[in-house]
């Protein structure tokens, strides 16, 4: 009895199909919708919302109360239709009153910190047992009817089968216009399989009846039309199959569940009211400002260019500076060696100069010892003999030195300086001074004098 069953389902093929739909034949006329003109938005009517408090009071013999809390917050909403033209203006207004449930932590809050939320909208400084009544504008999806008539025309042309699935909220629906009407038409449903490929899509690859076709995402629609997208984490197509979130880059993976938008999580809030200082006064368009941007970024250029000019000077001054610097000093500490560097090819003659040093205090000894005072150290380097003949002095001791011959002998010896400078600046005058602008300094200096 049971073989056959077991043959049955052994030779039964598992085939996990999508549906699609094919809107090129559908099931019936449909119905057909007037484009000319639409309905009033009509809002249902919502009875208030009432919570009852039971208080259970038990009789004792002493006197006792029972603290109850208790918040209520009555909403009343405006509706009113604006055409935008007139703000005085306003069409079809009618008021709805509800009373808001409140929770035991939001009563709370109201009655410690007077302070109240809905909507992202805060009331602050609540008063208790006072009637608290705050107009505020809220953000509303209401639209007018020739702003929806306008869309409607807009999708309709631009995609019909999303037009119909729109309207119907339903998938597989399609929709034909026909003059200031449009005919929608349920599509016939088609079981498909999904088609592997290399590449991905806005649509899901499958295999059509006849031929390779396309799902569309939303409307389930069959189509012989793609989108090609490039692959990745970011910019993959994802689907709902099963309750089920899958996408496909390009084969299909199956990812977490994206969150469902809600009316709480939706930016509510006072409408912003432009004032008058920033309201744009009437008469020409304002130019663009992207030349400006232009101007500044080649202000900001030509001063970097500037700055980096100066700061090169400034380097280069500094560096002539300090080169004439050492030139100079070169020239005043060795005269002949400049001279030579200046004229190479010129015929010099070596002069030698013998220096003598003297100790600082020569007198000292001469005054407080009759002793011969220690001769004078002299210092020559190869010098002729009959320059360190000239240039050699002999200070004599003599007995019981008084102020006058101190003088006397220092006079003598800034005469003997005086004729040896003399016949230096003549030993001296075959070589050239290489400043022609500026004047030779002198080889004298100031002598000690009493």
Known sequence: MYFPILTTLILIRSVSSLLGYDCENPLSNGTIVSLFELDKCRIPEEKPLHHVAHVELIQRPRR??????????????????????????????????????????????????RRFSILNTTFYSLQPEVVNSRSVPLRVSGR???????????????????????????????????????????????????????????????????????????????????????????????????????????????????????????????????????????????????????????????????????????????????????????????????AELAYPNAVTEDTYITTTSLPEEPLKSVRNSAECPPRIQTVSSNASDRVRELNTITVRATEATSDQDIRRELTSVNQALNSLEERLDICLQPTRWPFPNTARPSSRRPHPTL
Request: net charge positive; hydrophobic share 35%.
């Open 144 to 338: 007018s009817d020739e702003e929806f008539k306008t869309h409607v025309h807009i999708s309709f042309y631009d995609n019909p089968n999303l037009f119909a699935y729109t309207l119907t909220g339903r998938i597989g629906q399609t929709a034909r216009i026909r003059g200031e009407a449009a005919q929608l038409m349920p599509c016939t449903p088609v079981p498909v399989r999904r088609r592997p490929t290399g590449n991905c899509f806005r649509e899901i690859p499958v295999f059509g009846p006849n031929a390779p076709m396309y799902l569309h995402p939303r409307t389930r629609v069959l189509s012989t039309t793609s989108t090609e997208i490039p692959c990745g984490d970011r910019t993959s197509s994802m689907f709902r199959i099963r309750e089920h979130w899958y996408s496909f880059c390009p084969h299909p993976e199956r990812i977490p569940n994206p969150e469902t938008i809600k009316t709480d999580s939706v930016t509510w809030g006072p409408f912003p009211r432009e004032h008058d200082s920033d309201r744009k006064s009437s008469g020409a368009p304002t130019a663009d400002n992207g030349a400006d941007e232009h101007v500044k970024l080649n202000f900001w250029s030509r001063n970097v260019v500037i700055k980096i000019a100066m700061i090169l000077v400034a380097v280069f001054a500094s560096t002539l500076v300090i080169w004439a610097t050492r030139d100079v000093a070169t020239h005043r500490i060795q005269p002949n060696r400049r």
């Open 64 to 113: 006792s109360s029972v603290s109850v809390i208790a918040c209520r917050v009555e909403i009343e909403n405006i509706f009113s239709n604006n055409d935008g033209r007139n703000e005085r203006t306003e069409h079809n207004e009618r008021i709805d009153r509800f009373y808001l449930p409140i929770r035991l932590d939001s009563c709370l809050k109201m009655l410690t910190h």
